[in-house]
């Protein structure tokens, strides 16, 4: 037993000598690193000090402290910034659903200003705002050079104003100039409505009432359908849905998912990395679902969409997502302001972070940006004749009345879906998908 506490008693003295060796280098290295930052911190005192003093018109020190906070955050990643006070009022007030503005989610890509995504039923979504566009003027006035958040306090205004913003397309040989009138958005987080046997819930953003809007929607549809049996599946519309609240995107996911996880978050330190798993219970009752996604589907969406793609709980249709794989967590500061920080990446089921890359679709359907021409196309219908136009036609007598009607409500039926592929022609792709899913499983039963 002596030798045994001998033993460890030997260790804890070498332990000890071991630390005292190593510990000198390191202390002094990071002392020298403390002195590196106060040297910095002086220069810093010693420029701010100058500018107050001897630029050529007296500047405002306040904004001075500002404009450098905010060049030391955004020069991290673009989702990183300072906010002043009424900008922080203005984001709490986002998250609740209802703003004043354009209605455009918008980001910095090599200085530019570029449009992840108009936001539904808004005023820029109404003057044809497209998700890629960039905006590189404002009322005739250049934003290259500008931070983002500069750029977009140059977009805002009083609601009912008039702003004129330039914009450079994709497709487009010129930049062309669209006027918008700034509105208070007031956003729905999802609207949901049945569309040729499928429940369609379009959700446009992850604020703090998506997955309630959701929940709701879905029972109400699903009830006037005539119970789940009556229903062929459900379409997720995550097109143009620039995110939102992590939380939210968990909820959303997990309505659908009965076990597994939902995303991970990982920051700086391993230890502070978060998993979100699925609860039992799956709101479409084991019914197909197909999500649409394209290239303004951004962050919380993509956390759902990944989720379900991993998990293949349902099948991805559009165009790849934006690739926002980062967290951004909002943290107070004195003075009512807040500092948003990115803190983490997140990570879908199967461990993959989708910074930059996306989720891509399972079946890639591009959405026709030139509109279909509605009168020729009517003119062509109206001169498709049949067999039953033409004078002195036979009647078909193997039919019952109530087996003619059927047809003629199924005739319907894809008439009715044939105007929906020139409406929202992804949108018909995935109630399509859903149609065959819901067939397959009718013949395996």
Known sequence: MRKFVMAIGGGVVAGLLASTQIAGPLLAQEAATKGSVYEQLDLFGDIFERIRAQYVEEVDEGDLIEAAINGMLQSLDPHSSYLAPDDAQAMRVQTRGEFGGLGIEVTQEEGFVKVVSPMDGTPADEAGVLSGDFITHVDGESLLGLTLDEAVEMMRGPVG??????????????????TIIRDTITL?????RMESGAVVLRVSTFNDQTYKNLAEGLEKSVEEAGGMDAVTGIVIDLRNNPGGLLNQAILVADAFLEKGEIVSTRGRNPEDGERFNATPGDLAGGKPVVVLINGGSASASEIVAGALKDHRRAVIVGTKSFGKGSVQTVMPLRGDGAMRLTTARYYTPSGRSIQALGVSPDIVVEQPRVPVNAEAEEKTTRNTRSEADLRGSLD???LTEDEIRQIEEENAKAEEAAKLRD????LAYAIDILKGLSALELEQK
């Open 423 to 426: 409406e929202d022609y992804q």
């Open 188 to 192: 729905t987080a999802v609207r949901t």
């Open 161 to 178: 104003s008039e702003i004129r913003v330039t914009i450079v397309r994709e497709g487009e040989p010129e930049p062309f100039d669209v």
């Open 396 to 398: 078909n007598d193997s």
